[in-house]
């Protein structure tokens, strides 16, 4: 008989990282640029980031995922990338015909002080006459600052900076809905479409992470945003970003660029005075409320009949199944804006939320966790910079009902032997993970079900009769 | 072949149209979107079964991330292995150094854990910012006694095959440092096995009937301990001869021992490993041993794959993976099954294997040397397979185009090897090629 996972019985602060509660950067970038019509994401840096990257998101999404990688070797990293990076791109070109090449850097091109906004423009200098030159995009995009969800905004702050100029009003919305899941992104397009609101999303995967099956390859999926919409966006109505968090925290250790961090939304309402509303992630009544209240607004229509409707059978489901999950504990952990989001939800059907964790480290999660909890915001132990191993050992003390969070979480409740309640990025042990709902009133549908569902499934489980009826 | 990119036409070869050798072992071409990963990766996935070992990655957060727990690796005993350290550098590491936060990090890692030996991954940032990470690795062997062991991984230092070696190199380190140790009579180390779903232990069995002990497997339910002896064994089995190999041939010119390329998949290679075995000894028992057991093994078998080729006759199949050699086993068992092999390629196989491959696939075959999604999916498409066998990266290449998949690559769940193993293949190849749900996908 095999031993267990070692788990340690005395209780301290590590300085290494045990079992991450996040990934690099450049992850991040990869999805926001995959987010773009016709764009195939490059990251300047080793073989080994793109290649991890792309079996990582696959393992989620189950799509074919193509990453290119400007390789670098020995002599690139003494002599500098830039000859890889044009090789890299050309290559791509060759290949993939883009209309959009977006490039991440990495922990390595970083340190030795690549140029990449030279290289591309020396890049584009030396290729004036080739009309099949695609636009380019850059984000800085380093694994040692931050995480995933960093290099994501970081990402779609470049694509906002790099395509938005001012150009004549229109009636278009600018929606930045974060790292959300591919079936989220479908509804809330549906939502917007309900409202009658012309809208620009950056970014939008919803389809080139999730495509339907292909009699030929493509070598790029089809979907995302064009970038004509995207030059629209300095003219836009307004602009919604989901979550209070996304890349403006001040990230631990970071030395430069401090006071440049600035989100999408952000550099719109600064460069063109597009009028920027600011939501949590809308997962649950109170917070989908914020949501569909913004698109009134925006839009001048009220909320449509089918969400009033949704919302309507969403409460009276909140009151069938009220019973079943009050006053039990749980333990959320993921992405801060994530976390936030979740906590808001459990706190308003009656779950104790008794700790939010992130391997984010936005230095923001515990006020925005005090604002979305008003029952238990006070006493909720909120912790950021976490990795899984200290989660775990909270866990073992604090004994919660259940976990909700990613797929990287289920060990703990193995041993815990609770429900775990899958939610969010990545879901490698299990179907669907890109068809998971979230947000707007349906998304806190499945959701209150599926918690329900799993704490009777627990009684009866564990019941010495077997009820039919619970 | 002007879709692809022009520097890579020399590594494609389409047996009985194209007349230039095959080409390998070279760089991947930047902007490729190659399925290798890097140097790191190689070392990781070599040393990654060692399972009293601590593990630390030196670097920002990404490498350890994504190597946490990817391994069908299992252990017997101890699973360490499977908790992910990092030192997780963060931008004022990497401008003032790392070595003191490695330091901090495995002096308390070290008395917490209680480790039989470290492995610390160096990956690019560590190259680039130079931390003296052997310096670093002798200080805490002085002050714990624990093996600390350097891995010099830096991704952009080479291939995958580099890191590979530069398993093989910290291995060495531990090699030959058990002297007391007195081995059986007949006695194995088993190299490049890594007892994904517990394939070692089918093996083992095997060994164990013939009457021939294992000391180490390199790496499949490691030890430091068996490491440490391994070189007391009298002949060393290799298989996935690409990572392993330089072990081998170390240890032969170091302590003198032997070596043998076997592989452990389809009937007639699980077969000859057995034999190869039972000849080094020169024990006539060991011999009959070894018919014994392939002839009652095969009296089971045969029978059992029947249903399984009358299903799969004459269908066509893909194969890329990680290293040549497999493959050509995997030709082989294919056409066990009654099943042709289309396409073949591998990301880091080599001269002698591709060489190997020509000669054994039919005309018409193509075979590739670290290939890419858009060539693959080319590959499958015109020459109308039914099967892709890869791993994970693959995987949606085959499903979106409508193919069957097996997954042959590290995060296996299901034993592949030996004679059992032939048959789970023969089991999982039927239940992905022959599912009804193909057809709702229009071919054309």
């Not at chain 1, 995207?230 to 109505?237: I, P, T, Y």
């Not at chain 2, 399925?35 to 601590?54: E, K, N």
């Not at chain 2, 093996?203 to 390199?218: F, T």
Request: glycine share 10%; proline share 4%.
């Amino acid at each position: 008989m095999a031993d267990k996972i070692p788990v340690l019985k005395e209780r301290k602060n590590f300085v290494a990282t045990r079992n991450a509660c996040k990934v690099c950067s450049p992850l991040g970038g990869s999805i926001a640029y995959k987010g773009i019509k016709g764009c195939v994401p490059v990251i300047h840096g080793g073989q080994g980031c793109a290649t991890y990257i792309r079996r990582y998101l696959i393992s989620h999404y189950k799509e074919p995922v193509d990453i290119a990688s400007s390789n670098f070797s020995e002599e690139s990293t003494i002599f500098g990338g830039e000859g890889n990076l044009s090789a890299a791109i050309q290559n791509v070109i060759a290949q993939y015909k883009p209309e959009v090449v977006g490039v991440c850097t990495t922990c390595l091109s970083e340190t030795i002080g690549d140029d990449i906004g030279q290289a591309l423009r020396n890049y584009k200098a030396a290729n004036a006459d080739d009309k099949s030159i695609p636009e380019f995009v850059y984000s800085s995009t380093p694994s040692y600052q931050g995480s995933h969800m960093d290099g994501f905004h970081e990402t779609v702050a470049a694509i906002t900076k790099t395509f938005a100029t001012k150009v004549e009003a229109n009636e278009k919305v600018a929606i930045f809905p974060g790292f959300i899941s591919t079936e989220d992104l479908r509804m809330l397009k549906d939502i917007l479409t309900d409202f009658g609101i012309d809208y620009i999303m950056v970014p939008d995967y919803s389809e080139t992470l999730d495509n339907p099956v292909w009699d030929t390859y493509h070598r790029i999926p089809d979907g995302g945003t064009p970038v004509e919409d995207l030059k629209l966006l300095g003219g836009a109505k307004a602009s919604i970003e989901f979550g209070p968090i996304l890349n403006k925290g001040n990230l631990v250790g970071r030395l430069k660029n401090k006071n440049l961090a600035v989100t999408g939304a952000e550099y719109l309402s600064k460069e063109f005075g597009v009028k920027k509303y600011t939501v949590n992630v809308p997962v649950g009544i109170t917070q989908s409320d914020e949501l569909f209240k913004a698109l009134s607004e925006i839009s001048g229509n009220e909320v449509p009949m089918r969400y009033q409707m949704e919302r309507g059978r969403l409460i009276d489901a909140y009151a069938d199944g009220h019973k079943y999950v009050f006053g039990k504990k749980a333990v959320v952990y993921g992405e801060e804006d994530l976390v936030v989001a979740m906590t808001g939800f459990l706190d308003e059907i009656g779950v104790e939320v008794i700790l939010a964790a992130s391997g984010g480290n936005s230095g923001t999660l515990q006020p925005e966790i005090e604002k979305c909890a008003p029952t238990h915001g006070k006493t909720i132990q909120v912790m950021g910079d976490l990795d899984y191993e200290k989660i775990n050992e909270l866990c073992i003390d604090m004994k919660p009902d259940f976990l909700v969070g990613n797929s990287k979480g289920y060990y703990i409740a193995r041993e815990l032997e609770i429900p775990i309640i899958r939610v969010g990025f990545p879901i490698h042990d299990r179907m669907g993970g890109s068809r998971l709902k979230h947000i707007a009133y349906k998304g806190a549908q499945e959701l209150f079900d599926k918690i329900g569902n799993a704490m009777m499934e627990y009684k009866q489980e564990h019941s010495e009769i077997g009820y039919k009826y619970i | 072949m002007s879709k692809y990119i022009k520097d890579r036409t020399s590594q494609i070869v389409t047996i009985g149209e194209d007349q230039h050798d095959l080409a390998c072992e070279k760089k991947s071409a930047a902007g490729s979107v190659s399925q290798r990963a890097c140097v790191f990766c190689g070392s990781r996935v070599v040393l990654y079964p060692i399972a009293d070992a601590l593990h630390i990655v030196h670097g920002p957060i990404g490498c350890a991330a994504y190597t946490w727990d990817i391994r069908g690796a299992m252990s017997s005993g101890p699973q360490l292995h499977r908790l992910s350290f990092s030192t997780d550098l963060r931008e004022k590491d990497v401008v003032f150094g790392g070595e003191k936060k490695l330091y901090n990090a495995l002096t308390e890692l070290i008395a917490s854990y209680k480790p039989e030996a470290v492995f610390i991954y160096s990956t690019c940032i560590v190259g680039v910012i130079g931390d003296d990470v052997e310096a670093v690795a002798r200080q805490l062997k002085k002050e714990t006694g624990v093996e600390v062991l350097p891995v010099m991984s830096e991704g952009f230092k080479g291939t995958k095959k580099d890191g590979y070696k530069a398993a093989c190199d910290a291995l060495m380190n531990l090699v030959g440092t058990d002297e007391d140790y007195v081995p059986p009579k007949y006695s194995i180390n088993i190299l490049g096995d890594f007892n994904l779903a517990g394939e070692l232990w089918i093996l083992a069995e095997y060994y164990k009937k013939i009457g021939v002990e294992i000391i180490a497997c390199l790496t499949g339910d490691g030890r430091v301990q068996q490491v440490r002896r391994s070189h007391k064994a009298s002949l060393n089995v290799v298989q996935c001869s690409g990572s392993m190999m330089h072990v081998a041939k170390e240890m032969e010119s170091q302590y003198g021992i032997p070596f043998k390329k076997v592989s452990y998949f389809g009937i007639e290679d699980m077969s000859d490993a057995l034999y190869e075995v039972a000849t080094h000894f020169n024990d006539p028992e060991l011999m009959a041993n070894a018919r014994a057991l392939v002839s009652e093994e095969l009296a089971i078998l045969i029978p059992a794959l029947q249903p399984y080729r009358e299903k799969l006759e004459g269908k066509k199949a893909a194969i890329y993976v990680g290293g040549a050699f497999k493959a050509i086993s995997l030709v082989k068992a294919l056409r066990l099954l009654g099943m042709k092999t289309v396409v073949v390629g591998s990301q880091t196989g080599n001269k002698d294997d591709y060489n190997l491959l020509q000669k054994i696939c039919d005309k018409g075959t193509v075979i590739v040397d670290d290939s890419n999604p858009n060539e693959l999916s080319d590959f499958v498409k015109q020459t109308g397979a039914d099967l892709f066998i890869g791993g994970v990266k693959e995987r949606p290449i085959a499903y979106k185009l409508g193919l069957g998949f097996c997954d042959h690559n590290h995060e296996r769940k299901e034993a592949l090897a030996g004679y059992i193993g032939m048959l789970n293949f023969a089991k999982e190849v039927y239940a992905s090629v022959c599912s009804p749900v193909w057809k709702f996908i229009d071919k054309k």
